[in-house]
């Protein structure tokens, strides 16, 4: 899997939009960006993910560039309970191994009032 | 079930016994994965399971580490003659063997060595 870099940390007041940044410039053409998040003392947490074009759900958008070398997470209206470490991965599907997830530093988001 | 369950949730063993910890994963996802993530730290992959193919073990840390899959379903993670460093939160975590699926992870199991 391709590696991803994230900023260690980031602030974010409540109800403002937060903008999560990921880099991941030698990803190759058939692996998908993946976005979870894990609260504290919970397992991660599935947010979203996608290959080329942008996504939407009810818990995120997440921008991918158009060569795919980064991607930007957003949560439209953060709350309190927003507040996480955002992990971005990239991942395969072509071969045994290319199902792996890997984790990275992350980026700790803290929401504040 | 509807998710992935683990157990026990916490673990506190002696310096030196074995443990095992449960993973039950969604039905019919034929991938799992554990992770261990110590105190304030990343997760770190230890295993991986894909249907009847032989398991990814690069991550393991040692050869105290062991993990089996019964009938492609619930897998058990060993450690032998633990230590405190084995102090961590072990996660599991399953998924469909598809494109363009996600992994669900379970609440971990807390390992405590005292």
């Known amino acids: 899997d391709a590696k991803t870099t994230q900023p260690p940390s980031m602030d974010c007041a409540e109800g403002r939009a937060a903008n999560l940044p990921c880099n991941h410039s030698t990803i190759s053409g058939n692996e998908y960006v993946y976005w979870y998040r894990q609260i504290h003392s919970q397992g991660p947490q599935y947010i979203i993910h996608g290959l080329k074009n942008n996504e939407t759900n009810e818990m995120a958008s997440l921008i991918i560039t158009e060569d795919r070398k980064s991607s930007t997470l957003i949560l439209p209206h953060a709350t309190l309970r927003d507040t996480a470490v955002y992990y971005c991965i990239v991942r395969g599907f072509n071969n045994n191994a290319g199902n792996m997830l890997t984790f990275g530093g992350g980026t700790r988001l803290m929401v504040k009032p | 079930g509807a998710g992935v369950s683990q157990s026990p949730s916490n673990k506190v063993t002696e310096k030196g016994k074995d443990v095992e910890l449960r993973c039950d994963p969604i039905?019919?996802?034929?991938?799992l994965y554990w992770y261990r993530q110590s105190l304030g730290q990343g997760l770190e992959f230890l295993i991986y399971f894909q249907g009847n193919s032989a398991p990814d073990k690069s991550g393991l840390p040692s050869d105290r580490f062991s993990a089996e899959r019964t009938g492609g379903s619930v897998s058990t993670l060993t450690i032998q003659r633990t230590q405190q460093e084995d102090s961590a939160v072990y996660l599991c975590?399953?998924?469909?063997?598809?494109?363009?699926?996600?992994?669900?992870f379970g609440q971990g199991t807390r390992l405590t060595v005292v």
């Open positions: 975590a399953s998924s469909l063997v598809r494109v363009n699926t996600e992994a669900f």
């Open positions: 039905s019919g996802h034929t991938a």
